[in-house]
């Protein structure tokens, strides 16, 4: 069992930055899972957008981020970060964070799931 609590989000600017967070807690080691950032525009489905590994070595973003987002975690402290510079009106959604037995783009790999944090892009 795991936990997932969201922090961060909010309203920015075209071309500004934000930094959200997702923080875990529960019975089961958090290294044992691969952490990903999904987000859900309002009427379109869930779709990936950046996945960590277990140790933070390796992850994997989705195309229409790669360059602006950096996905990154702490092990010590149980929390995974999304840095999000260069934001657009498009990233607007609400965003999500799972966690995976591996790190995958694939969200039906996901079995558990922070709450969801809105972010906002304004023109």
């Known amino acids: 069992q795991l936990k997932l609590v969201q922090s961060g989000g909010g309203l920015v600017q075209a071309g500004g930055s934000l930094n959200i967070s997702c923080a875990a807690s529960?019975?089961?080691?958090?290294?044992?899972?691969?952490v990903g950032w999904f987000r859900q525009a309002q009427g379109k489905e869930r779709e990936f957008v950046a996945a960590?590994?277990?140790?933070?070595?390796?992850?994997i973003y989705a195309n229409v981020v790669k360059g602006r987002f950096t996905i990154s975690r702490d092990n010590v402290k149980s929390i995974v970060y999304l840095q999000m510079t260069t934001l657009k009106p498009e990233d607007t959604a609400v965003y999500y964070c799972?966690?995976?037995?591996?790190?995958?783009?694939?969200?039906?790999?996901?079995?558990?799931w922070g709450q969801g944090t809105q972010i906002t892009v304004s023109s």
């Open positions: 960590i590994n277990w140790s933070g070595r390796s992850s």
């Open positions: 799972g966690a995976s037995g591996n790190y995958d783009t694939d969200l039906s790999e996901y079995l558990y």
């Open positions: 529960g019975r089961s080691a958090f290294t044992s899972y691969g």
